[in-house]
């Protein structure tokens, strides 16, 4: 494999056995911006719960339930919730257009707004912003990487449940 047009999302930081990988600053920024719009509520961004009911009110941490190492459970206060389950087909791929454009504006999740998605760990934050943005063509969507692994377990961030 040619490594000189491999993309490296990390940086080397340290030497020797002080030698850590961190995100490369320029990745660092959007993610930090994403969560300071979420924590002060700016009007111009909706953001947008796509973890399960459970989660989402607070039952479970994880999707899978597991107690381990886990931070507060709830939501973002304000986000609105679309389980990304409610856009997938029962053989898992994607709904059409018009079924994820329904769902959505069901949700009162439309294309005036910046879109933040969120889950856990970003996986099924990942799979919401795909279909926003290449199935139903929204201008500006975006994914806080941070999650709620990140949001959850942060003790100054506010929870709703």
Same mark, same amino acid.
């Given at each position: 494999?040619?490594?000189?047009?491999?993309?490296?999302?990390?940086?080397?930081?340290?030497?020797?056995?002080?030698?850590?990988?961190?995100?490369?600053?320029?990745?660092?920024?959007?993610?930090?911006?994403?969560?300071?719009? *979420?924590?002060?509520?700016?009007?111009?961004?909706?953001?947008?719960?796509?973890? %399960?009911?459970?989660?989402?009110? @607070?039952?479970?941490?994880?999707? %899978?339930?597991?107690?381990?190492?886990?931070?507060? %459970? @709830?939501?973002? !206060?304000?986000?609105?919730?679309?389980?990304?389950?409610?856009?997938?087909?029962?053989? @898992?791929?994607?709904?059409? !257009?018009?079924?994820?454009?329904?769902?959505?504006?069901?949700?009162?999740?439309?294309?005036?707004?910046?879109? *933040?998605?969120?889950?856990?760990?970003?996986?099924?934050?990942?799979?919401?912003?795909?279909?926003?943005?290449?199935?139903?063509?929204? !201008?500006?969507?975006?994914?806080?990487?941070?999650?709620?692994?990140?949001?959850?377990?942060?003790?100054?961030? !506010?929870?709703? %449940?």
């Amino acid at each position: 494999m040619d490594r000189s047009r491999q993309r490296v999302d990390h940086e080397r930081v340290g030497t020797g056995r002080n030698l850590v990988r961190s995100l490369r600053p320029e990745l660092r920024r959007p993610r930090l911006a994403a969560g300071r719009r *979420i924590r002060h509520r700016d009007p111009r961004y909706l953001v947008l719960d796509v973890r %399960s009911r459970a989660e989402y009110i @607070g039952e479970r941490f994880w999707p %899978s339930g597991a107690t381990e190492d886990t931070g507060r %459970s @709830g939501h973002v !206060p304000g986000a609105v919730h679309v389980p990304i389950d409610s856009l997938r087909r029962e053989d @898992g791929t994607l709904k059409d !257009p018009d079924a994820l454009r329904a769902v959505f504006e069901a949700a009162g999740v439309d294309d005036t707004k910046t879109v *933040i998605t969120y889950c856990t760990i970003g996986n099924r934050a990942s799979q919401a912003w795909f279909a926003l943005k290449y199935v139903l063509g929204y !201008p500006d969507v975006r994914v806080y990487y941070g999650s709620w692994v990140e949001w959850g377990k942060a003790p100054d961030s !506010p929870i709703e %449940s």
